[in-house]
Structures are given as structure tokens and as C-alpha cells.
């Protein structure tokens, strides 16, 4: 009988215990939401979505933004874009259309700004990789020879410019008897000396220039017939009679001509 008085007490104690805290959370104020925050209008209610993620200048690209209902001044801005403009799609969703603009190849970004119904600020942003597509130009090959004529013998300096990655360079002609090869110095600079050959005929001949084993230009080289080198004309000088070779003629002085004939006078008195 004891124990059941001392377990009715304890359980009595309990509810006056429990009870009496009911109150105390009562009495206290209810929490309220922070100062500034808005339900539904953060940064992450809004979504910017592109079509393809990279492009070359001149492509499309679709745009689609989602935001709350009732969202105002949307506005898709962007380098790699141009002229951007969104038109409602149905609840919450904007979609537009623009062509990726002539701009540096690399990764350009796309953002969203607006206002929410509630007047919150709303941000998105996406990437935009932009790729030309076109393939850089090869550096230019260019032939220099230091004469655009010669004689046979004469000796023409041959420079070819490549790129660095060009293993050999090489002129040919038949002005200078077929291939001359050139050296290189590691840098794009090929240089040799080619001889104009011997018994070339006057005229024009090509001089095709070749890199790492393509033809990439020819240029037009003139010869003269005859020479022996520098380029002097082989033609001996006309050299004047001495006057102990000159001849005497019988009956005339040493005039360098034949006797016209007997003076009048002579010939009356022979008759």
C-alpha cells in the first residue's frame, strides 16, 4: 500500500513539473523571419539556360530564362551576344534568340539581371565558349635572289624564308642546271649561291622555290648567252694597225689607198 502512494506522488510531481513549463515557452515571443529576406525572390529563384554552350561568330543561340510570375525588367546581357531579347513563353519562362558576336575566341559570360514580384533583386549567369573556327594562316613562304639576271658564271645568292618547322628548302632551275639546295639556320632562313649554268641560251627561265618539299612560288630569271663569269661580254677589242704594217704602194706615199691612176699632164707627155 506503501508503494503505491509513493508512485502516485512521483507521477503527480511529474505533471505539476511539466505543466508548470507550458508556460514559460508561452510567455516568450514567436521568432519572425530576418530583416531582408525574401521567400521565393533570391538569386536562386532565377535560372538562365543557353542552347549550346559555344559557338562561332554568326551562330544562334537560344536563350530561356525561368523566374517568379510576375518578374519585371528581365534583361540577358553579354559581349559574345548581340541584340538579346526576351518574350514571355508561359508561366515563370522567357525565351529569346541572338547571334554570337565577332569576339576573341575564349569563354565569355552571359548574365541575367530583373526584379522580382516582390521587388528582390534576381540574378543568373551562364558561359559561352566562342571558337572562330578558322584555322590560323600558315606563315607565308617567301624566295629572294640577289640578281633577277646573269651571264654563265655569275654567281646568284638564293634566300628562302619558311616556318621553324620546315625540314628542308630548295630552288630549281634550269638556269642554274637544276637543284640547288639551301642551308638552314634553325629559324626559317634558308640561304645558298646558285651559278648561272654553263651554255644557257638567252632568255627567261624559272626558278621554282620549294619548303619541306612543296613548291610555294617561282619567280622569273633572265639570262644572256655567252659571259665567262662577272658578267663581262667576251669580245675581243679591235686593235689599230701600227704604221710599219701598213703597206707602200709602188708611185704613191704611204696614204693607206691604191694610186688612182697617171696625172694628166704625165700621160700628154708619154703621147
Given at each position: 500500500?506503501r508503494?503505491?502512494?509513493?508512485l502516485a506522488?512521483v507521477?503527480?510531481t511529474?505533471?505539476?513539473a511539466?505543466?508548470?513549463?507550458?508556460?514559460?515557452?508561452?510567455?516568450?515571443?514567436s521568432p519572425?523571419p530576418s530583416?531582408g529576406h525574401s521567400?521565393?525572390s533570391?538569386?536562386s529563384?532565377?535560372?538562365?539556360?543557353?542552347s549550346?554552350a559555344?559557338?562561332?561568330?554568326?551562330?544562334?543561340?537560344e536563350?530561356?530564362?525561368?523566374?517568379?510570375k510576375?518578374?519585371t525588367?528581365?534583361?540577358v546581357?553579354?559581349?559574345?551576344l548581340?541584340?538579346i531579347?526576351l518574350s514571355p513563353?508561359?508561366e515563370?519562362?522567357?525565351?529569346?534568340?541572338?547571334?554570337?558576336?565577332?569576339?576573341?575566341d575564349?569563354s565569355?559570360?552571359?548574365?541575367l539581371?530583373?526584379?522580382?514580384p516582390?521587388?528582390?533583386?534576381?540574378?543568373a549567369?551562364a558561359?559561352?565558349?566562342?571558337k572562330?573556327g578558322v584555322t590560323?594562316?600558315?606563315p607565308?613562304?617567301?624566295?629572294?635572289?640577289?640578281?633577277d639576271?646573269?651571264?654563265?658564271?655569275?654567281?646568284?645568292?638564293?634566300?628562302?624564308?619558311?616556318?621553324?618547322?620546315?625540314?628542308?628548302?630548295y630552288?630549281?632551275s634550269?638556269?642554274?642546271?637544276?637543284r640547288v639546295d639551301l642551308?638552314?639556320?634553325?629559324?626559317g632562313?634558308?640561304?645558298?649561291?646558285?651559278v648561272?649554268?654553263?651554255?644557257?641560251?638567252?632568255?627567261y627561265?624559272?626558278?621554282h622555290a620549294?619548303?619541306g618539299?612543296?613548291?610555294?612560288?617561282?619567280v622569273k630569271?633572265?639570262?644572256?648567252a655567252?659571259?665567262?663569269?662577272?658578267?663581262k661580254?667576251?669580245?675581243?677589242?679591235?686593235?689599230?694597225?701600227?704604221?710599219?704594217?701598213?703597206k707602200?704602194p709602188?708611185?704613191?706615199?704611204?696614204?693607206?689607198?691604191?694610186?688612182?691612176g697617171?696625172?694628166p699632164?704625165?700621160a700628154a707627155?708619154?703621147?
Amino acid at each position: 500500500m506503501r508503494k503505491a502512494v509513493t508512485l502516485a506522488a512521483v507521477a503527480l510531481t511529474s505533471t505539476l513539473a511539466l505543466g508548470s513549463a507550458v508556460p514559460a515557452f508561452a510567455a516568450g515571443p514567436s521568432p519572425s523571419p530576418s530583416a531582408g529576406h525574401s521567400t521565393g525572390s533570391n538569386d536562386s529563384s532565377a535560372s538562365l539556360r543557353l542552347s549550346a554552350a559555344s559557338g562561332k561568330p554568326g551562330d544562334e543561340v537560344e536563350v530561356t530564362v525561368r523566374a517568379p510570375k510576375g518578374s519585371t525588367a528581365l534583361s540577358v546581357s553579354s559581349k559574345a551576344l548581340e541584340d538579346i531579347r526576351l518574350s514571355p513563353a508561359g508561366e515563370g519562362t522567357w525565351t529569346g534568340a541572338a547571334k554570337i558576336a565577332e569576339v576573341a575566341d575564349g569563354s565569355h559570360g552571359v548574365s541575367l539581371t530583373g526584379t522580382g514580384p516582390d521587388g528582390a533583386k534576381l540574378q543568373a549567369g551562364a558561359q559561352l565558349t566562342v571558337k572562330s573556327g578558322v584555322t590560323p594562316p600558315a606563315p607565308v613562304s617567301s624566295l629572294k635572289l640577289s640578281a633577277d639576271h646573269g651571264r654563265t658564271g655569275d654567281e646568284i645568292g638564293v634566300t628562302v624564308k619558311t616556318a621553324t618547322d620546315v625540314q628542308n628548302a630548295y630552288v630549281s632551275s634550269d638556269a642554274f642546271g637544276g637543284r640547288v639546295d639551301l642551308k638552314g639556320d634553325g629559324h626559317g632562313t634558308w640561304t645558298g649561291t646558285a651559278v648561272v649554268a654553263k651554255g644557257v641560251k638567252t632568255g627567261y627561265y624559272g626558278v621554282h622555290a620549294f619548303a619541306g618539299g612543296k613548291e610555294f612560288d617561282t619567280v622569273k630569271f633572265s639570262t644572256e648567252a655567252g659571259g665567262g663569269g662577272g658578267g663581262k661580254p667576251d669580245v675581243k677589242p679591235v686593235t689599230p694597225l701600227k704604221p710599219s704594217e701598213h703597206k707602200k704602194p709602188k708611185g704613191s706615199v704611204n696614204t693607206g689607198q691604191a694610186p688612182a691612176g697617171p696625172l694628166p699632164e704625165a700621160a700628154a707627155d708619154r703621147a
